[in-house]
């Protein structure tokens, strides 16, 4: 953990890092709030709960603690990998800039950084859970359709989801039905989507389906393995 001083709360710049210690080594330094952005598929939540206020108490008291990860991103901003709420504590403090690190990373890195970073913590829903595996999910395919010319076709390979359930933690079962209920919740979203454009389907059809598959869904998510 880095225990800032109190002179960076006050808008002074930290020193860079000995160049001695290695030249690749990251450095931490400060940028405006203003020039901070979301992760545009951040599937977590970030809420003023009990939990925020905590985090808040910390910050006033300590400082952040841990630096955001951003990369960079056009027209001079920064897209936040890891650190929703920290920003989000930092602002209703009154910060007018935070601790970063910047890494320049592809989409599906940045995804992949993101989702990792955030399945640590304690509190997680089972929605934002289901959306973390299924963007991880998307990339792991991806890249390994990428990669199957490279691949020995002899050697067996991972499964996308057999690596998300040793990473997480949560049986390939399990992790299979999560991502899958995602994909039915965004179903969800779309036939609303096409029920605004055509009024002629009726609004209690629309919430008997809705209904109907979420109540399924949070079954079938909680049924024995």
Known sequence: HFLFPESWRKGVKMTEPNRQSGENEERIIEIEIERLRPFKEHPFQVKDDKEMFLLQESIEKYGILNPLIVRPVPDGYYEIISGHRRK?????????KV????RVLSEDDSILSMVDSNLHRERISYSEKAFAYKLKNDVLKRKSGRKKSQVDHKTPRKRA???????????????????LFAYIV???????????????IGIALLLVIVLSVLILGYMWIHSPM
């Open 99 to 102: 601790p970063v690190i910047i």
């Open 88 to 96: 989000h504590a930092a602002e209703k403090l009154g910060y007018r």
């Open 161 to 179: 989801i057999e690596i998300i359930s040793e990473d997480c933690g949560d049986s390939p079962k399990q992790v299979q039905r999560l991502w």
């Open 186 to 200: 965004m179903g969800v979203g779309s036939f609303i989507a096409f029920k605004r454009k055509h009024k002629a």
